[in-house]
């Protein structure tokens, strides 16, 4: 089991920027399990979508909405993700989910809301 804490998500302004971050904790096994780190997104009235996913050899993949303005890394030491937003529009306003793929059934953070106002 992986547990993960998620941090940084707040009120900004229209082309402002935040970063998300996401720190796992877990068994050894579990960690080491891990094969990718990732944020997921949902509004109110839609449904969770990828938003941008990084994997253990470093290759990432972007939601097409983000590309360009987002940036996602990761801290293998500290196993921790992080998401940069920049040029945040209000159509990037949802609840921000940490998620990581592993070994059984991927774990979810309890969301971070992120509110961007026009």
């Known amino acids: 089991q992986v547990q993960l804490v998620e941090s940084g998500g707040g009120l900004v302004q229209a082309g402002g920027s935040l970063r998300l971050s996401c720190a796992a904790s877990?068994?050894?096994?579990?960690?080491?399990?891990?094969?990718?780190m990732g944020w997921y997104r949902q509004a109110p009235g839609k449904q969770r979508e990828l938003v941008a996913v990084i994997f253990n050899s470093g290759s990432t993949n972007y939601a097409d909405s983000v590309k360009g303005r987002f940036t996602i890394s990761r801290d293998n030491v500290k196993n921790t993700v992080y998401l940069q937003m920049n040029m945040l529009k209000p159509e990037d306003t949802a609840v921000y989910y940490c998620?990581?793929?592993?070994?059984?059934?991927?774990?979810w953070g309890q969301g971070t809301q992120v509110t961007v106002s026009s």
């Open positions: 998620n990581v793929r592993k070994i059984g059934p991927d774990s």
């Open positions: 877990g068994s050894i096994f579990s960690i080491l399990s891990i094969n990718a």
